[in-house]
């Protein structure tokens, strides 16, 4: 088996980001931002939700829980109406999909990886275990 510098490995990880970056799932989400982002009436929405979101937790921190909830209410009026604007939930949807496609490679490397070690240390795959995990295991009740 090849051993591998620590600076092989990164410059592979490199060359997978950029495979990733070029996906479809990515450039997507580019193009969807890019019209989130130039959208006018979408960036009023999220400014006026972060202004009334801050006014919320000074509201709170005072126990001021009338206005509060005048506050908590106008926060839901004003994500209700972005929520409902077609491109911000494709936003959402394209990236959720972004993240699990994220999960799914960082998921699948630390496996393979562990599935390797286990491997070749002669362990079990089934069971999880290393081959020094198995060889200094205590002996069964059953057999004595």
Do not use: W
């Not at 999909?97 to 999960?103: A, S, Y």
């Amino acid at each position: 088996m090849e051993n591998y510098t620590r600076e092989e490995v990164l410059t592979e990880a490199k060359k997978l980001a950029e495979m990733l970056a070029n996906t479809e799932e990515i450039e997507r989400f580019k193009q969807v931002e890019a019209k989130v982002n130039e959208s006018n009436k979408i960036q009023r929405l999220i400014t006026k939700i972060k202004t009334l979101q801050k006014q919320a937790v000074n509201l709170q921190a005072y126990e001021k829980k009338e206005a509060l909830k005048i506050v908590e209410d106008a926060i839901d009026e004003a994500q209700a109406e972005l929520d409902a604007i077609p491109i911000v939930s494709e936003f959402q949807d394209i990236q959720t999909t972004v993240n699990d496609v994220l999960q799914l490679v960082s998921g699948t490397i630390a496996r393979e990886v562990t599935n390797h070690i286990i491997e070749s240390t002669g362990g079990n795959l089934l069971e999880g275990k290393t081959g020094s995990t198995k060889a200094n295991e205590e002996p069964s009740c059953s057999g004595e």
